[in-house]
């Protein structure tokens, strides 16, 4: 490893402590701020409470902390990873050399990009997920800091877990897969099934292929597709799928998806979208300035929308809502640290 290379594994080193500082010592003592001033009153006393804990210099430190270094981790001028990667096209071209010629991969240059996700830094990834070459590895190295009390990608391979437990699914669909972090631990563990991951993001759906083609699998394919309009035939799936991508569309755009993955599934078929759902003000607050902290600009409407009667809108009936634990432990109700409140949508379409 060269010097320059070094300096930056320790700066994002020392990003990662101070997330994890963040998330363990800084939240909890908020919370506990919080549950000092709110006597559990009115909702009045409730947003009093909100606004008084949001003039302490604890949460404006708390605040400075999630925005700043977020940005420096991408964006800092010498060790940031976009500065990183940059500076090693090799290396990024070498890593990412499986995918140009992966039968499993289907790129389209031509595909309407929605203005959106052109016009967004989302989580202030500098350019989106369509800038560079090396946008789905930077992705992939920040999202590895971003639950701090977790195994690498655990809430995913729990998620997988609950896949495989709820139904041996044969065809399935992952909508906003990424770079497949979520797409690879379904298709590992139903192998015998047809697994399918889209995204808008060519350098992401890449890096997804390249991981791919380490693997021994060969029922997974990833294909640069819309959510909104993925083009395939009504019926396709048995299950239809997706991490993390409701709350990063516009709040119109959340039931063209409801309404798509209805589309595709067969009769029968179910749809397990996994995303946030903060219950109470408190959370929905701290949500709502991460939304601002972190460029997620659609995510206090996701918040807001009612998705059961989203999910009935569209066509589904046996509709649950059930918070989900991305580590053991995380849904009890004295879990102390910062997590984000992982949800699971589930629903099924009518036979
Ligand atoms: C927060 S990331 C989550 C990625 C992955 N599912 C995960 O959990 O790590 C949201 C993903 O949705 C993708 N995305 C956003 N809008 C999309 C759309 N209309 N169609 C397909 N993918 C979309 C983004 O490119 C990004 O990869």
């Known amino acids: 490893m060269n010097a320059p290379v070094r300096a930056t594994v320790a700066f994002q080193e020392l990003i990662g402590s101070v997330r994890q500082h963040w998330a363990n010592q800084l939240y909890p003592a908020l919370h506990e701020r919080y549950r000092e001033i709110d006597r559990g009153g009115t909702p009045a ?3 009093q409470a909100i ?18 270094y977020q940005r420096m981790k991408y964006s800092d ?27 499993y991969l289907e790129l389209n240059a031509d595909l309407d990009i929605p203005d959106y996700y052109r016009e967004i830094d989302i989580h202030q990834h500098p350019g989106n997920l369509i800038g560079a070459d090396y946008d789905g590895l930077m992705y992939r190295a920040s999202a590895t800091s971003i639950h701090p009390n977790t195994r690498r990608f655990e809430a995913h391979e729990r998620f997988a877990d609950t896949v495989l437990a709820h139904r041996r699914f044969r065809s399935v669909l992952n909508m906003g ?14 192998p015998e099934a047809r ?48 991490t993390q991508l409701l709350h990063e569309l516009p709040v119109e755009d959340i039931q063209r998806v ?5 589309r595709l599934l067969e009769p029968g078929g179910e749809v397990m979208h996994l995303d946030f759902r903060p219950r109470g003000r408190w959370m929905e607050f701290l949500l709502d300035g991460h939304a601002v902290r ?23 009936v046996d509709i649950a809502i059930e918070p989900f634990a991305e580590t053991e432990g995380a849904t009890r109700p004295d879990w102390p640290y910062w997590r984000f409140p992982w949800t699971l949508f589930r629903a099924v379409k009518p036979l």
């Open 294 to 316: 972190n460029n997620e600009g659609f995510m206090p409407a996701f918040n807001r929308v009612d998705m059961h009667e989203a999910l009935r809108e569209a066509g589904f």
């Open 177 to 190: 897969c990424g770079f497949g972090k979520c797409t690879l631990p379904i298709a590992a563990r139903l």
């Open 45 to 47: 006393m409730t947003e």
């Open 258 to 262: 409801l309404r798509e993955s209805f």
């Open 77 to 103: 001028p010498r060790w940031g990873l976009a500065a990183s990667f940059e500076s090693q096209p090799n290396w990024v071209s070498e890593r990412l050399a499986a995918a140009e010629s992966s039968p």
């Open 51 to 68: 606004a008084q804990v949001a003039e302490t210099p604890l949460y404006q430190w708390f605040a400075f902390i999630e925005r700043h």
């Open 195 to 242: 697994v399918i991951g889209i995204d808008l993001s060519a350098p992401c759906l890449r890096l997804a292929a390249a991981t791919l083609a380490d693997t021994t699998l060969t029922n997974t394919r990833f294909a640069q597709r819309d959510a909104l309009r993925s083009g395939y035939a009504d019926g396709s799936f048995d299950l239809v799928t997706s």
